[in-house]
């Protein structure tokens, strides 16, 4: 795939499970130059970074890709890391590149076949976004997390309040199942970025499990 010819809003428009799956099988191969590198995208290493100065692992990485955030985490001493994601083809290309421990393919909105409190933390990047998950999965990752296990998911700002993450994450807060809540405002893209969505925001959001 050309660089000119990788369209974020193919990414944001996706409806359903199965249009998840058809795009990312097409991108995959491409993924880390026609996307990340051509967008000079930030996010993986901001949520390794936020990650890092609070938690090891295990850590579970949701929407795990081919891998760029297990990489930025791996480089910073987190270890060992388990990943989930949607597309055989995106954990085909994490897997080869040696930084899982463990690999599941699963939908993250769906029942999740792991054991309660097998992490110390989860992270995500780039997966809470238009046309992906929603805040419905944040229950599931908490009960797989350790009472006191740290957080650090990226969430774009476009779909941080309109699908409903904020009222969760208060929510939650509430009820007294998180704490030390905290939102980071940050670029998704550096400055090569191009195109209609080089400027787009979102947030780094942490917080532990009580
Ligand atoms: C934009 S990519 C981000 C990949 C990686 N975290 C990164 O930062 O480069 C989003 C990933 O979320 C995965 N994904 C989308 N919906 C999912 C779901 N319901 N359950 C698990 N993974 C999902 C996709 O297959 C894709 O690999």
Known sequence: MAENDFDLNDAYGLRSREDILRYYRTLAPNYDDDFAKAMDFRVPELIAEAYAAEAVGPVLDVGAGTGLLAAELRQRGVAPIDGIDISPEMIAIARGKGLYRKLHQADVTQPLNLPDSSYVGCVSSGTFTFGHVGPEAIDAL???TESGGFFAFSIHSGVYAAAGFAARFCALEEDGW????????IAFYGPS???PHSQDRGFVVTFRKV
């Open 193 to 195: 970025a191009t195109g």
């Open 178 to 185: 998180i704490t030390a809540f905290r939102a980071a405002d």
């Open 142 to 144: 908490l009960r797989v």
